[in-house]
C-alpha cells in the first residue's frame, strides 16, 4: 500500500509539473494558433483525468487499510437520500409485508450465572471447607461449635486436554471340563473393536482433537506439536500429518463422496472460490496460485451439506466437472467460469457485489462531494433491495416470491433506468461499478424467478470463511494430497456446524463406527453422514435463525 502511494504521488507531483509547464497567459495567447491552443487544453483536461484516478486510488486504498470494512452506508448519508424513493416518476413506496408467525427455537441465554452458560449435563464436582474439632471450640466455654449452615460458591473449572494411555485388555476364555477330559477345549475370545488406522497407537480421540485444533481453531500442526510437548508429549507434527490424511483417505473420503452425490441432488447450490498455496504441486512454483474450491445447498434445506474441492487452477472445467448431473441454480459471484456452465443451470449473481462496487465508488471520493453524487445513489438503491430483503427472511418461498415482485421488481426498473442514464469514466470507480452492474443485469434479476434463491452469494462467502482464517495461520499446504485431504476434513467439519453437530463429537463418532461396519454392504457410510449423527455429537443449543 506505502509503494502505491508512493507511485501516485510522484505521478501526480510530475502531472502537476505538466500543467504549470502548459499555463498559458495573455501574452502567449497572441502568439500561438487556435489549434495549437485547443491541443494543450486537451492536454491539459487529460492530465486532470489521471490526477483524479490517482486520487481515487489513494482514497481507496486508505480506506481499505484504515477504514472499517463494512458496506452499510453510514447514517448521515442515508438522512440525506431519506427522499430519494419519494419522487412518483422513478422511486417507489415500500411498505413491510405483513409478519408471518413462524415455530421459534429456544436458545439458552448467554449470561454470567453458571446455570445459564452451561448445559445441563456438566458434572458437578462438591469440594467441602469444615474446620477441624479443635478449631471449633469455643472462645466463651470450650464446648465443640455444631454446624448451623454453609456459604456456597460456585466456580467454572477448564481443564487443558488430558493425554493418557488407553490400554485395551479383550480376555480369552476356555472350558477346563473339556481339557480335564482331554477333549477338544472350545475357546473364545472377546470380539475386539478394530482400530482407526492398524497398527497404529492413534485413537478417534487423539485424532479428532487434532483435527478440530487445525481445521476448527485455526491452530497449525506446528504450534500442536510445540503445546504437546510442553506438556511432555513428544508428538511430532509429521506423526499428526499422518494421522489426518490417512483416516482422510480411510473413512472421511467415502463420507464425502456421499455428500457430493446429496448435493447434487438439489436445486439450489451456492459457489465460490479461494486461493490456496500448494508447495509441491508438479508442473508449479512453490509460489504459484492453487485453488479451493466450496459448494454448498441454500437455506432450503433441513440438512445442509458444504463441500470443498481442491484444484490447482480457476479453469471453468473444474466447477463444469464438480457439478455433472446437476440442474437448477448456481450463486455465484460474477467470475465468468460458472456462466459456461451447461444450460440446465441458471447462474444467480451476487447483489452483494454490486453493492460493493459502488461503496468503492463512494469512498473514492472525498467527503465533501459525496453528498448526493451517483456513486451514493447506486449505493443507496442496493441498500434498498437489502433492507426490503431482511423483512422477507422468515415468509415462506412462496410468500417470498410473491412479495418480491410486488415490492423489489419496481425498485429494480428504477434502478436500472437510472443507470442506463448515467456517464462515468469506465476506469473510475463509478464507472467500473455501473459497468459491473449492466454486465450482470441479467443473472442479477435471477433471483425474482423463485423463492428460494436469495439476494446475494453471501452465503457461500461465510462458508468459506473458515478455510480463509486457517489459511492465515497454515499459510500453505505442503502436497496437492495434503490440499484435497483437507478439503475433505473441511466439508465435513462445516457441514458438521452447519448441522448443529459439535465436530469433536462427530468426529470421535465417525472415526469410532466407520472401522467397525461391514464396508460390504452398499449403503454402509450412509450412518456416518451428519443428518444421521447420534443426539450426544448435536451441541447443547439450538440455532434461531427468525424471530417470531
Known amino acids: 500500500m506505502k509503494t502505491l502511494e508512493k507511485l501516485a504521488f510522484s505521478w501526480y507531483n510530475f502531472v502537476m509539473k505538466e500543467l504549470q509547464k502548459n499555463e498559458i497567459n495573455n501574452a502567449e495567447m497572441v502568439t500561438i494558433s487556435r489549434a495549437e491552443y485547443e491541443a494543450l487544453k486537451a492536454h491539459n483536461t487529460e492530465l486532470n483525468k489521471q490526477i483524479e484516478l490517482l486520487l481515487q486510488q489513494i482514497r481507496l486504498g486508505q480506506k481499505k487499510r484504515f477504514g472499517s470494512s463494512s458496506e452499510k452506508t453510514q447514517e448521515a448519508v442515508m438522512e440525506q437520500l431519506s427522499l430519494l424513493f419519494n419522487e412518483a416518476e422513478a422511486y417507489i413506496k415500500i411498505e413491510s409485508p405483513e409478519k408471518t408467525k413462524v415455530a421459534a427455537h429456544t436458545r439458552q441465554k448467554r449470561s454470567g450465572s453458571l446455570e445459564e452458560i452451561l448445559p445441563d449435563n456438566v458434572p458437578v464436582e462438591v469440594v467441602e471447607h469444615r474446620?477441624?474439632?479443635?478449631?471449633?471450640?469455643?472462645?466463651?466455654?470450650?464446648?465443640?461449635?455444631?454446624?448451623?449452615?454453609?456459604?456456597?460458591?460456585?466456580?467454572?473449572?477448564?481443564?487443558?486436554?488430558?493425554?493418557?494411555?488407553?490400554?485395551?485388555?479383550?480376555?480369552?476364555?476356555?472350558?477346563?471340563?473339556?481339557?480335564?477330559?482331554?477333549?477338544?477345549?472350545?475357546?473364545?475370545?472377546t470380539r475386539k473393536d478394530k482400530p482407526v488406522i492398524s497398527g497404529s497407537f492413534a485413537s478417534p480421540e487423539a485424532i479428532a482433537h487434532i483435527m478440530t485444533q487445525k481445521f476448527v481453531m485455526c491452530s497449525p500442526l506446528y504450534r500442536q506439536e510445540q503445546e504437546l510437548n510442553r506438556s511432555g508429549v513428544m508428538l511430532s507434527r509429521q506423526t499428526m500429518s499422518s494421522w489426518i490424511l490417512r483416516v482422510a483417505e480411510d473413512w472421511l473420503k467415502p463420507v464425502y463422496e456421499e455428500?457430493?452425490?446429496?448435493?447434487?441432488?438439489?436445486?439450489?447450490?451456492?459457489?465460490?472460490?479461494?486461493?490456496?498455496?500448494?508447495?509441491?504441486?508438479?508442473?508449479?512454483?512453490?509460489?504459484a496460485k492453487s485453488y479451493m474450491w466450496m459448494y454448498r445447498t441454500g437455506g432450503d434445506t433441513e440438512h445442509p451439506l458444504i463441500l470443498y474441492e481442491y484444484k490447482?487452477?480457476?479453469?471453468?472445467?473444474?466447477?463444469?466437472?464438480?457439478?455433472?448431473?446437476?440442474?437448477?441454480?448456481?450463486?455465484?459471484?460474477?467470475?465468468?467460469?460458472?456462466?459456461?456452465?451447461?444450460?440446465?443451470?441458471?447462474?444467480?449473481?451476487?447483489?452483494?457485489?454490486?453493492?460493493?462496487?459502488?461503496?468503492?465508488?463512494?469512498?473514492?471520493?472525498?467527503?465533501?462531494?459525496?453528498?448526493?453524487?451517483?456513486?451514493?445513489?447506486?449505493?443507496?438503491?442496493?441498500?434498498?433491495l437489502f433492507s426490503i430483503?431482511?423483512?422477507?427472511?422468515?415468509?415462506?418461498?412462496?410468500?417470498?416470491?410473491?412479495?418480491?415482485?410486488?415490492?423489489?421488481?419496481?425498485?429494480?426498473?428504477?434502478?436500472?433506468?437510472?443507470?442506463?442514464?448515467?456517464?462515468?469514466?469506465?476506469?473510475?470507480?463509478?464507472?467500473?461499478?455501473?459497468?459491473y452492474l449492466q454486465q450482470q443485469w441479467p443473472h442479477l434479476i435471477e433471483y425474482l424467478?423463485?423463492?428460494?434463491?436469495?439476494?446475494?452469494?453471501?452465503?457461500?462467502?461465510?462458508?468459506?470463511?473458515?478455510?480463509v482464517m486457517s489459511r492465515k495461520n497454515f499459510?500453505?499446504?505442503n502436497t496437492p494430497n495434503g490440499a484435497q485431504g483437507s478439503a475433505i476434513i473441511y466439508s465435513l467439519i462445516e457441514t458438521a456446524k452447519e448441522n448443529d453437530l459439535d465436530p469433536y463429537r462427530y468426529l470421535v463418532y465417525v472415526l469410532?463406527?466407520?472401522?467397525?461396519?461391514?464396508?460390504?454392504?452398499?449403503?454402509?457410510?450412509?450412518?456416518?453422514?451428519?443428518?444421521?449423527?447420534?443426539?450426544?455429537?448435536r451441541v447443547p443449543y439450538a440455532k434461531s435463525k427468525c424471530d417470531e
Not at 149 to 172: A, H, M, T
Not at 352 to 378: C, Y
Request: glycine content about 4%; overall charge neutral.
Open 131 to 189: 474446620l477441624s474439632e479443635e478449631e471449633r471450640l469455643c472462645a466463651a466455654c470450650d464446648t465443640v461449635m455444631q454446624e448451623i449452615g454453609k456459604e456456597v460458591r460456585r466456580s467454572l473449572v477448564i481443564v487443558p486436554p488430558q493425554v493418557k494411555i488407553r490400554e485395551d485388555r479383550y480376555f480369552s476364555y476356555a472350558c477346563l471340563t473339556c481339557k480335564a477330559e482331554a477333549l477338544e477345549t472350545p475357546v473364545l475370545k
Open 259 to 287: 455428500m457430493h452425490r446429496r448435493l447434487l441432488q438439489h436445486s439450489v447450490l451456492f459457489a465460490d472460490e479461494t486461493t490456496l498455496q500448494v508447495l509441491k504441486e508438479p508442473g508449479k512454483k512453490a509460489q
Open 312 to 384: 490447482p487452477d480457476r479453469k471453468a472445467e473444474n466447477p463444469k466437472k464438480f457439478s455433472e448431473g446437476f440442474s437448477g441454480y448456481l450463486h455465484a459471484d460474477g467470475y465468468q467460469a460458472y456462466y459456461t456452465l451447461p444450460e440446465n443451470i441458471t447462474v444467480v449473481g451476487c447483489w452483494a457485489h454490486a453493492r460493493r462496487k459502488f461503496d468503492e465508488a463512494v469512498n473514492s471520493l472525498p467527503k465533501s462531494e459525496q453528498k448526493g453524487s451517483s456513486a451514493v445513489i447506486g449505493q443507496e438503491y442496493c441498500n434498498k
Open 389 to 435: 430483503e431482511d423483512k422477507l427472511k422468515c415468509l415462506t418461498p412462496e410468500e417470498r416470491y410473491t412479495q418480491r415482485l410486488e415490492l423489489e421488481k419496481p425498485v429494480l426498473d428504477a434502478f436500472l433506468t437510472w443507470a442506463q442514464t448515467r456517464n462515468a469514466a469506465p476506469k473510475s470507480a463509478l464507472g467500473k461499478a455501473l459497468y
Open 449 to 467: 424467478k423463485d423463492g428460494r434463491l436469495e439476494l446475494s452469494n453471501n452465503r457461500a462467502e461465510r462458508s468459506i470463511k473458515p478455510f
Open 475 to 477: 499459510l500453505f499446504a
Open 512 to 537: 469410532n463406527t466407520a472401522p467397525n461396519i461391514d464396508q460390504t454392504h452398499p449403503d454402509w457410510v450412509i450412518p456416518l453422514l451428519p443428518a444421521n449423527a447420534p443426539e450426544h455429537c
